[in-house]
């Protein structure tokens, strides 16, 4: 069976459009509750290789065939109670690879509201090291939980972008770039699990480091051959919901630069900054060397889709903002307020 193939039968209705999870490099299931036993209605391809499962045999299975011998029955336990009450979680679980060898696997699980009811469950896998898990665990598990209450509203909101989306294009590009909207907000899990922010901070997220891990991941899946990605970026802390939609903002940022600012070019460079201004402002920075906006555009307040989410996003940060663009390249410079502050010694 083909990705397409499988994308389809995840676009029951009611489900989800799956087609823009299909090229995250983050292990990810979705399961729909209104089908008795709750399966998995759609994997992707970093869940097979994650698991050695293929896609086509682990749909219409509950998660539970990863389970063995040595998996911890209270936290299967854990999971059902929350499954059954619609509530997040995130856990670290003994499951089982196709060929029989077990692997820790951190798991997350954020339940997708439609409409007041969950309509979906969102999970994410990924192998954590066991040689330090009883020492992590805690700590894994507080962050995960603050940063997926803080994440969560936003995933609702690319969930509805993407099935207006669904609904009004056919084009294969616009799911990718829906993609990206989605896993800006998975690297934001793995950021915060990942950063070794004491418990003192477990609600602050290192945007430094997060924001280079999405011009990464842009860059390798958007950007030319020739294309150079540069990031300077001092080490700010903010909360995980500022990261959210910084992250947000610099992956439509990024991807728009990739998209159009080379046209009939083969090189060029861009640049993401993030540095600490006088009295807690952040300042976020894209530029390019490439053609420059068409004359007369009024970007993001003009743009398409993904202009009127920088748009958005801008106004939850309560943002400043300022385009320059001309023959020479483009630059997006954003000012944030509020919750970034000074580091704490």
């Given at each position: 069976m083909t990705e397409h193939a499988v994308a389809?039968?995840?676009e029951t209705p009611g489900s989800l459009p799956t087609r823009a999870l299909s090229g995250v490099p983050i292990a990810m299931v979705l399961t729909n509750p209104a089908f008795e036993d709750n399966p998995i209605v759609y994997a992707n391809a970093a869940f097979a290789r994650l698991t050695g499962h293929p896609v086509e045999t682990a749909i219409g299975r509950n998660c539970r065939f990863l389970q063995g011998p040595e998996t911890e029955p209270e936290v299967v336990a854990e999971l059902r109670r929350?499954?059954?009450?619609?509530?997040?979680?995130a856990v670290e679980i003994t499951n089982y690879r196709a060929d029989g060898t077990p692997f820790l696997n951190r798991l997350t699980v954020t339940a997708v509201d439609d409409g007041g009811e969950t309509a979906w469950f969102l999970g994410t896998l990924s192998a954590a090291d066991p040689a330090d898990?009883?020492?992590?665990?805690?700590?894994?598990?507080?962050?995960?939980?603050?940063?997926?209450?803080?994440v969560k509203n936003h995933l609702a909101m690319i969930v509805g972008m993407i099935?207006?989306?669904?609904?009004?294009?056919?084009?294969?590009?616009?799911?990718?770039?829906?993609?990206?909207?989605?896993?800006?907000?998975?690297?934001?899990?793995?950021?915060?699990?990942?950063?070794?922010?004491s418990s003192a901070f477990r609600d602050e997220v290192p945007l430094g480091a997060y924001v280079s891990r999405i011009a990464a991941a842009v860059g390798h899946l958007d950007g030319g051959?020739?294309?150079?990605?540069?990031?300077?970026?001092e080490e700010v802390m903010v909360d995980a919901t500022t990261a959210a939609r910084v992250g947000l903002l610099v992956s439509e940022i990024l991807t728009n630069a990739f998209r159009?600012?080379?046209?009939?070019?083969?090189?060029?460079l861009v640049e993401t900054r993030v540095q600490?201004?006088?009295?807690g402002v952040v300042r976020v920075q894209v530029t390019d060397d490439g053609v420059g906006l068409p004359e007369g555009t009024d970007w993001p307040t003009t743009g398409n889709l993904g202009g009127?989410?920088?748009?958005?996003l801008l106004t939850g940060l309560e943002a400043r903002h300022s385009v320059t663009s001309s023959a020479a390249g483009t630059s997006v410079t954003i000012d944030i307020p509020g919750p970034a502050r000074p580091d704490s010694p």
């Amino acid at each position: 069976m083909t990705e397409h193939a499988v994308a389809r039968v995840g676009e029951t209705p009611g489900s989800l459009p799956t087609r823009a999870l299909s090229g995250v490099p983050i292990a990810m299931v979705l399961t729909n509750p209104a089908f008795e036993d709750n399966p998995i209605v759609y994997a992707n391809a970093a869940f097979a290789r994650l698991t050695g499962h293929p896609v086509e045999t682990a749909i219409g299975r509950n998660c539970r065939f990863l389970q063995g011998p040595e998996t911890e029955p209270e936290v299967v336990a854990e999971l059902r109670r929350a499954v059954a009450s619609g509530s997040d979680i995130a856990v670290e679980i003994t499951n089982y690879r196709a060929d029989g060898t077990p692997f820790l696997n951190r798991l997350t699980v954020t339940a997708v509201d439609d409409g007041g009811e969950t309509a979906w469950f969102l999970g994410t896998l990924s192998a954590a090291d066991p040689a330090d898990a009883e020492s992590r665990l805690a700590l894994v598990q507080l962050q995960l939980t603050e940063v997926q209450h803080r994440v969560k509203n936003h995933l609702a909101m690319i969930v509805g972008m993407i099935r207006l989306q669904a609904r009004n294009s056919g084009a294969a590009g616009d799911f990718t770039m829906l993609a990206r909207r989605v896993e800006a907000l998975q690297i934001l899990y793995q950021e915060l699990s990942a950063s070794g922010i004491s418990s003192a901070f477990r609600d602050e997220v290192p945007l430094g480091a997060y924001v280079s891990r999405i011009a990464a991941a842009v860059g390798h899946l958007d950007g030319g051959q020739g294309i150079r990605v540069n990031v300077i970026a001092e080490e700010v802390m903010v909360d995980a919901t500022t990261a959210a939609r910084v992250g947000l903002l610099v992956s439509e940022i990024l991807t728009n630069a990739f998209r159009h600012a080379f046209a009939g070019r083969d090189t060029g460079l861009v640049e993401t900054r993030v540095q600490r201004l006088s009295e807690g402002v952040v300042r976020v920075q894209v530029t390019d060397d490439g053609v420059g906006l068409p004359e007369g555009t009024d970007w993001p307040t003009t743009g398409n889709l993904g202009g009127k989410i920088v748009s958005a996003l801008l106004t939850g940060l309560e943002a400043r903002h300022s385009v320059t663009s001309s023959a020479a390249g483009t630059s997006v410079t954003i000012d944030i307020p509020g919750p970034a502050r000074p580091d704490s010694p």
